[in-house]
């Protein structure tokens, strides 16, 4: 298993979750949630700077058949800006259902639907990253597929 912090990246349309592992890369933590928009590449570039990260794993959300979606295409266009931007390796991930594991963790805990959305990014990324970590840890290399901007 690679020491060192790795950020997670849950890309939404409104707002990317963000999540961190600890140096030994055990147990992924939230971070914040970053509102889309102009700014969000420079608040992620900060984290990156902010947390010594050394590399980036984003989520890749396919549909349950494997196939890409819109929201799969905004994802590879959003890891292809990171990449481009970054001087650490941008993985994309499988993510399937990891939003709807985040909200049925937020429910059972008591949280309704309403007054989880400032965190429900953050539990994605967190869901992203740790099996991200697990991914590694269990196969002895590191996980998903790094981005080559275009």
Known sequence: MRSGVRIGIDVGTVRIGVARSDFHGMLATPVETVARGADDIDRIKA???????????VG?????SGRQTASTDDALKFADR???????????????????????????SGRSTRTSRPVIDQVAAV???????DLERSRDTSPGVVVTPD
């Open 60 to 64: 890749l959300p396919l549909a349950l």
């Open 127 to 133: 869901i992203i990253l740790q099996h991200a970590l």
């Open 47 to 57: 984290l990156v700077a902010e947390l010594d990260a050394f590399e980036l794993i």
């Open 82 to 108: 990171l990449a481009r931007v970054l001087s650490i390796d941008v993985r994309l991930v499988d993510e399937r259902l990891s939003t709807v594991s985040a909200q049925a963790a937020l429910r059972t």
